[in-house]
């Protein structure tokens, strides 16, 4: 691609919206309920749009499941729950199989999965078993069971939490399971108006009565859109080269793998296209690396997420020069 311009696509409605729009009202709407970073949202709702799952590292009482109940409702979609303990079995996620006395037949009885926001609620006090229960679902959109396949409802998002701080009883996510979330993020605390209103006593409206704005067809077409958003060679290189830092830093046991370096152009062109833009540029993924790459880093010092693994690739962003305008190539 030789260009770096173009007009940013619609999304269809009655009048069309822009993706901007679309993206500024679900981001009104849920910032009713949920008093969280208005970055930190951006992102979420990015993350949502293409198609990405997210994991929320926050301390309990953040408002992690209100803004996930805030997310369905804005898009029409249905949302559920479901509370992790070392006791919870893997078919208390997917579903199981019952045979009927009635019909003399075995009939799958759908398990919470089945929802298009599922909130995974401190996911790493799971055990390992069930925890790999997400692995299928999360990457192919469906659940084996007893040997057939059975596809979740589109679009699907998983919205993972787990505690910082609090590491007894947990289970460390591994390595596979962290990269099937597209982002790591953090909601912070609210800002001072916000939590004087909260401190008031003050009731946010209930996140199923928000206004619909974004339904499944317009999210459709939201995705569809995306590809006509211009990513230049130049931007293709930038990444690469930062990929390829990651994989050669001495203080990095793994760098990402061709996977993450694909989930960060997709993101970056939604990324764009919620900016008004119908191009990428540089400071889209230098804005993205860190809720995509970080928790897919793993240090000589084994943890696999964490701060450190933020900084050394804040490190790696301030050491690889970022592509001027016209380093464009045919």
Known sequence: ??????????????????????????AAAIGTVARCDPASLRLILTAFAVGGHVLLEDLPGMGKTTLARALAAVTGATARRVQCTPDLLPSDITGVTIFNDRTREFEFHPGPVFANVVIVDEINRASPKTQSALLEVMQEE??????????????????ATQNPIDLEGTF?????????FLMR???????EEAELSLLRGTAPPVPEDLPLVLDGAQMARLREAVEQVVFADRVYEYVIRLA????????????????A?????????????????????????????????????????????????????????????????????S
Request: net charge neutral.
């Open 1 to 26: 691609m030789s260009t770096t311009t173009g007009a940013p696509p619609t999304i269809g409605g009655e009048p069309p919206p822009t993706a901007a729009e679309a993206f500024d009202r679900m």
């Open 142 to 159: 469906q659940v084996t069971v007893d040997g057939r396949a059975h596809p979740v409802p589109r679009p699907f998002l998983v919205v």
């Open 172 to 180: 460390p996510l591994p390595e596979a399971q962290l990269d099937r």
């Open 185 to 191: 993020l953090s909601l912070g605390h609210p800002g």
């Open 244 to 259: 390829q830092r990651t994989r050669r830093h001495p203080r990095l046991r793994a760098g990402v793998s061709m996977r």
């Open 261 to 329: 370096s694909i989930a960060l152009c997709r993101t970056a062109r939604m990324y764009a296209l919620a900016e008004g833009r119908g191009h990428v540029v540089p400071e889209d993924v230098k804005a993205l690396a860190g809720p995509v790459w970080a928790h897919r880093l793993v240090p000589m010092s084994g943890a696999a997420t964490g701060p450190e693994t933020a900084e050394l690739l804040d490190e790696l962003l301030a050491e690889v020069p970022v592509p001027g305008p016209h380093e464009n190539r």
